[in-house]
């Protein structure tokens, strides 16, 4: 595929308005995804449908909504009226959510698998990656919970789910100094800005995720090949990954089917490539890690410990800073 005319869009895939129970209006939250130069803004308030968008220049809204049940939360993109008003409501069992997102993607909206591993607002219900269209792989600021999901995503991929991942800030507001929009932002290698090349994208996997904006930057290619893509397995197939900004301490780790198949620890802050030959079918994706330290572990307790209380104060194990999708090997 020609990807000639095609570049990286950064944006929000997961917030909250006053229409349900964020701190900002539409209005104040465009302006504010505006101030930190997103290209695409996701409105996903809990179980309501967006309201028509106002005309707004410079940026990209689209409309979604997050279906928030005792059994999950998930996200679907895309559509003003992407369900009705009575399903919020019905919708409890994994048979109803079956009924719930058949809809949606009947009325071409993208259905998206929310924070899976959340302690707080898991999935519940049958957790199975052939039901949706894309995973939350990350959720929030950087946590625990997203390495559970992220194991768990990597288990998809070892059984044949080609399954795209974003991040999602899921945004209420901000705690004390912190600006909690873009942690993370998803970066989408697009054809344009629109809403549906930017979905289109994001379905085909062509995604990257990182800590916030203007920071550690991970992309993998083979070739002509990107992100999402699929590759023909040859004798002399190589597959490279590009970091940005990769951070002095910090750690590059690269996945095979197989697990880690390497790692790097940088000595200084800088980019960073290494070029290696792949061998085997499967996939390949990689993170970067980082030992938190008690500027983060104090954000991380009044950011998220207030909604996971057995989490405030844990010591914390390498968290992940930037991650990308997965590029696929097959003979």
């Not at 910090?250 to 198949?261: H, M, P, R, S, Y």
């Not at 800088?270 to 980082?290: L, Q, R, W, Y």
Request: proline share 3%; hydrophobic share 35%.
């Amino acid at each position: 595929m020609n990807y000639n005319k095609y570049k990286w869009y950064v944006g929000v895939t997961h917030s909250h308005t006053t229409a349900s129970d964020g701190a900002y209006s539409l209005e104040e939250l465009v302006e504010k995804a505006k101030k930190n130069k997103l290209d695409f803004l996701m409105i996903t308030d809990h179980n309501v449908n967006c309201k028509e968008f106002p005309k707004v220049d410079g940026i990209t809204l689209i409309y979604g909504a997050e279906l928030s049940k005792n059994g999950g939360h998930c996200n679907m993109w895309g559509v003003k009226d992407v369900i009705d008003d009575e399903d919020y409501e019905t919708c409890e069992s994994y048979e109803d959510f079956l009924k719930v997102k058949n809809k949606a993607k009947d009325r071409g909206a993208v259905i998206c698998m929310n924070h899976p591993h959340c302690k707080q607002c898991p999935w519940r219900w049958e957790k199975n990656a052939a039901d949706v269209d894309v995973l939350e792989v990350w959720n929030a600021p950087t946590h625990y919970d997203n390495l559970e999901c992220t194991e768990w995503w990597h288990e998809q991929l070892r059984n044949g789910h080609k399954l795209p991942v974003v991040g999602g800030s899921d945004y209420h507001r901000d705690y004390v100094i912190t600006n909690l929009l873009t942690w993370p932002v998803t970066y989408v290698y697009a054809k344009s800005d629109s809403a549906e090349d930017i979905l289109d994208a994001i379905v085909k996997g062509r995604t990257t995720i990182s800590f916030n904006t203007n920071n550690t930057f991970i992309d993998i290619t083979s070739g002509n090949n990107i992100l999402g893509d699929t590759v023909r397995l040859e004798k002399d197939t190589t597959v490279t990954i590009n970091v940005k900004k990769l951070r002095k301490n910090q750690t590059l780790i690269v996945f095979d089917k197989d697990g880690e198949c390497f790692t790097h620890k940088a000595k200084k802050t800088g980019d960073f490539s290494i070029t290696m030959p792949v061998e085997k079918e499967g996939f390949i994706c990689a993170h970067t890690v980082f030992e938190p330290g008690f500027f983060y572990s104090k954000i991380h307790d009044y950011a998220l410990a207030s909604r996971i209380p057995e989490q405030k104060g844990m010591k914390l194990p390498p968290l992940i800073f930037a991650q990308s999708g997965a590029i696929y090997f097959e003979r």
